[in-house]
C-alpha cells in the first residue's frame, strides 16, 4: 500500500458526461500528479500541483481540468467523454517537487479504470 | 524533449534465475533521475528502484539492482532470483526536476515479464 488513495476504484459512464476522480495523497506529500494509461498512448503524464498551485502541464485534453484544494487532496476532471478517454487514471504523489531525487519520488495510487460506452 | 525507449515487448525467465531488461533514454541534460517501476496484474504501480544520474554507484535494492551507463543512455535492471511474484509488466522511467521546475515522469512503453515455475 503506497499510502496514495483513489476515488472510484471503476467509472463506467456514456459518451458526453463529466465524470470526477478524486486522489488524497500520502501523508506530509505536497505534490500531486496525475497519469493516463491507455493501450495506443501508455502512461502519459497529464498535469502536476504542488502545495494548491499548478506546477506542469502534460498531454492534458482542454476538455481535462484539474485542481488541488487546501487539505492536498487533488480531483481531475473529466468532461464531453469520448470512447477515447476509456483508460486507467492514475494518482502519484511525492513529497516535494523541488528537485531532490528523494523527495521528488512518486508514489502511485491504485488508479480508477474509467469506461466510456 | 526526452524520449525513453524499451524495446523488449515481452521477457521470460525461469524461477530462481536472473533477468536482465533493458532501457535507454535520451537526454541532453546532466543532471536526471531514472526509475524502474512495477506494475502486476493488480495493475497498482510500484516503485522498484531509483538512480541519481550524478552517482556512479549502481543502484540495489534486494535481489534489485541496476546497470547504469551513463555515457550510453543506458539503464537496465537485473532481477536475481527470479520468484513467481516478480511477474509484472516493469516501466523504466525518467525524470529531470532541474529543468522547468517540475518532476513529471517520462515512461517507457513497458516490458512484460513472466516469471516460469
Known amino acids: 500500500d503506497s499510502g496514495v488513495t483513489q476515488t472510484p476504484k471503476h467509472l463506467i459512464t456514456a459518451t458526453g458526461q463529466r465524470v470526477t476522480l478524486r486522489c488524497s495523497p500520502r501523508?506530509?506529500?505536497?505534490?500531486v500528479y496525475w497519469y493516463q494509461q491507455s493501450l495506443d498512448q501508455g502512461l502519459q503524464f497529464l498535469i502536476q500541483?504542488?502545495?494548491?498551485?499548478?506546477?506542469a502541464k502534460g498531454n492534458i485534453l482542454e476538455r481535462f481540468s484539474a485542481q488541488q484544494f487546501p487539505d492536498l487532496h487533488s480531483e481531475l476532471n473529466l468532461s464531453s467523454l469520448e470512447l477515447g478517454d476509456s483508460a486507467l487514471y492514475f494518482c502519484?504523489?511525492?513529497?516535494?517537487?523541488?528537485?531532490?531525487?528523494?523527495?521528488?519520488?512518486?508514489?502511485f495510487g491504485p488508479g480508477t479504470r474509467l469506461t466510456v460506452l | 524533449a526526452q524520449t525513453v525507449t524499451q524495446s523488449q515487448p515481452e521477457m521470460s525467465v525461469q524461477e530462481a534465475e536472473t533477468v536482465t531488461l533493458s532501457c535507454t533514454y535520451d537526454t541532453s541534460e546532466n543532471n536526471y533521475y531514472l526509475f524502474w517501476y512495477k506494475q502486476p496484474p493488480s495493475r497498482q504501480m510500484i516503485l522498484v528502484i531509483r538512480q541519481e544520474a550524478y552517482k556512479q554507484q549502481n543502484a540495489m535494492e534486494n535481489r534489485f539492482s541496476v546497470n547504469f551507463q551513463k555515457a550510453a543512455k543506458s539503464f537496465s535492471l537485473k532481477i536475481s532470483d527470479s520468484q513467481l511474484g516478480d511477474t509484472a509488466m516493469y516501466f523504466c522511467?525518467?525524470?529531470?526536476?532541474?529543468?522547468?521546475?517540475?518532476?513529471?515522469?517520462?515512461f517507457g512503453k513497458g516490458i512484460t515479464l513472466s516469471v516460469r515455475p
Open positions: 501523508s506530509g506529500d505536497l505534490s
Open positions: 502519484a504523489s511525492s513529497e516535494g517537487g523541488q528537485g531532490d531525487a528523494l523527495t521528488d519520488t512518486q508514489y
Open positions: 522511467a525518467f525524470m529531470n526536476p532541474f529543468t522547468g521546475a517540475n518532476s513529471k515522469l517520462t
Open positions: 500541483y504542488y502545495n494548491g498551485e499548478e506546477r
